[in-house]
């Protein structure tokens, strides 16, 4: 295990800045997720630790060396990638064990070693076989595999469940969080997908256009979000950000039509403002008229449902509800949200905090 540090790293391509004075401390043994949009530079940090990629500028350190140019074999990580990587001429034993050969390990404590890797994952059954006669899950334990056995100090994950079955990436996102819990070795993983995020991490890293936009655990983004990037990326189906401007007596007067009452002060009247609230902190009540919507889409998923809705000033908006009372497109439906839930961001998008609300 050990502590990994990014001190003020850079990546250029030519003119193009994909990193920039990026600064971060991921803890022994935690579970860090680097989540982003496509085109964020979460990966090219990825391989940036690994090796596969040069720094431009700034340190990487692991446990406690500078390994800036150092070979990827010796900066004491695994990196599982997002297409298995396998070697299709080899069987599974060979592939799990393939890194120890090089590294001229016995021949019995390879074998030693791969068993055990093996049995941890449950593919022990399937050593003798080649990676065409594997599914896709299978394919990707045996990835894991081949990178547990080295013992590395850090693995790398880069979106190693893109490319499974729904079901599939369920079952191995448990089978990555038992796998942490059992070696408490320091793993990094990248991803897109807001589940994989919340589920696995100890801390998620928010980055867009090579900057981090906030680092905190998946409760303190989805509760707590530092600007409106984050509490729109964060949390699915995401935040609703409804239009609104500050109103002379210390209100909130959103497009809507809708009202926000607060004790505290605000900016100046008439400055536009955006009221994040999440699904589930809206009440629908058929007899209170603080907000109404137009039906559009109700998404049922058995113990609750989303209702996908257009407001009177055009925005839509997403309703969590456990009830099962019919509704049909293009029904107009009244419901409440709880100010004391309320988020307040900017124009630039930076939030608007000690906002007390009135409830």
Not at 51 to 76: F, H, M, Q, S, W
Not at 148 to 158: G, Q, T
Not at 174 to 194: F, G, N, P, S, W
Request: with cysteine; proline share 4%; aromatic share 6%.
């Amino acid at each position: 295990m050990a502590r990994l540090e990014l001190r003020n790293i850079d990546k250029s391509y030519g003119a193009f800045q994909a990193i920039e004075g990026l600064n971060l401390a991921v803890e022994d043994g935690s579970f860090t997720v680097f989540v982003g949009p496509s085109g964020c530079g979460k990966s090219t940090l990825l391989r940036m630790i690994a090796g596969l990629e040069k720094i431009t500028g700034g340190d990487l350190i692991i446990g406690g060396r500078t390994v800036n140019t150092a070979d990827p074999i010796e900066r004491g990580v695994a990196m599982v990638f997002q297409n298995y990587a396998l070697y299709p001429h080899m069987t599974v034993e060979q592939n799990i064990g393939f890194a120890l050969r090089i590294a001229g390990l016995g021949r019995e404590e390879i074998a030693r070693r791969v068993m055990d890797v093996a049995k941890t994952l449950q593919v022990e059954s399937l050593l003798k076989r080649k990676p065409a006669q594997l599914s896709g899950g299978q394919r990707q334990r045996v990835a894991i595999g081949r990178a547990i056995v080295r013992n590395p100090d850090v693995f790398l994950f880069d979106e190693p469940l893109s490319n499974l079955d729904a079901e599939l990436r369920v079952s191995m996102r448990v089978e990555i969080a038992k796998l942490h819990q059992r070696l408490r070795t320091t793993m990094i993983y990248v991803t897109h997908d807001q589940t994989e995020a919340m589920t696995l991490a100890d801390r998620i890293v928010v980055i867009r256009a090579g900057k981090i936009e906030q680092v905190g655990t998946p409760q303190q983004l989805y509760s707590d979000p530092e600007n409106l990037f984050v509490a729109g990326f964060i949390g699915s189906p995401r935040m609703n950000l409804l239009d609104g401007t500050t109103a002379p007596d210390g209100s909130v007067r959103l497009a809507c039509g809708a009202v926000f009452h607060t004790t505290a002060p605000l900016p100046a009247a008439g400055t536009p403002v955006k009221l994040g609230i999440r699904p589930e902190h809206f009440t629908v009540d058929e007899g209170g008229l603080e907000i109404a919507a137009t039906v559009d889409v109700v998404e049922n998923l058995g113990g609750t449902r989303f209702i996908y809705g257009q407001l009177a000033s055009g925005e839509s908006v997403v309703i969590e509800e456990r009830s099962e009372r019919p509704l049909q497109r293009g029904e107009t439906l009244s419901f409440r949200a709880s100010p004391s839930r309320a988020l307040l961001f900017a124009a630039d998008g930076t939030r608007i905090r000690d906002v007390a609300w009135k409830e």
